[in-house]
């Protein structure tokens, strides 16, 4: 495993420890979950994730998405939005944003690429 990590051939995404609740979520315990998960994978194959992938959580909170950037996120693909936004998305054929979260407080000195799968 580590040989293929080091030539590039695989890519860990997220890397806690486990997939945290979005919908009701303690921010320490997310943060304690990825600095777990991020210790061990620098220690055992040395990197730390740079894209996640929120594979089937109920909403995504811009919370969450700032704790992300702000742990060096860079991309989060994601599979369930809201059917209003879905509907929209899929008319237009644009499944990628860049969220901003909370750009009214904090500039948009945070953003993050997001591609809804």
Same mark, same amino acid.
């Given at each position: 495993?580590?040989?293929?990590?080091?030539? !590039?051939? +695989?890519?860990?995404?997220?890397?806690?420890?486990?997939? *945290?609740?979005?919908?009701? #979520?303690?921010?320490?315990?997310?943060?304690?979950?990825?600095?777990?998960?991020?210790?061990?994978?620098?220690?055992? +194959?040395?990197?730390? #994730?740079?894209?996640?992938?929120?594979? $089937?959580?109920? !909403?995504?909170?811009?919370?969450?998405?700032?704790?992300?950037?702000?742990?060096?996120?860079?991309?989060?693909?994601?599979?369930?939005?809201?059917?209003?936004?879905?509907?929209?998305?899929?008319?237009?054929? $644009?499944?990628?944003?860049?969220?901003?979260?909370?750009?009214? *407080? +904090? !500039? $948009?000195?945070?953003?993050? +690429?997001?591609?809804?799968?």
């Amino acid at each position: 495993m580590r040989r293929i990590v080091k030539e !590039g051939r +695989f890519e860990f995404v997220t890397g806690g420890i486990s997939a *945290h609740d979005e919908a009701c #979520p303690y921010y320490e315990d997310i943060i304690n979950n990825m600095m777990a998960g991020h210790e061990f994978l620098m220690k055992e +194959f040395g990197v730390v #994730p740079r894209n996640a992938w929120l594979l $089937d959580e109920f !909403g995504h909170s811009a919370a969450n998405t700032r704790l992300f950037a702000d742990m060096g996120m860079e991309a989060i693909f994601i599979n369930r939005i809201t059917m209003k936004e879905n509907e929209k998305r899929w008319y237009s054929k $644009d499944t990628n944003f860049i969220w901003r979260p909370f750009n009214k *407080h +904090f !500039g $948009d000195q945070y953003q993050t +690429f997001i591609n809804t799968i």
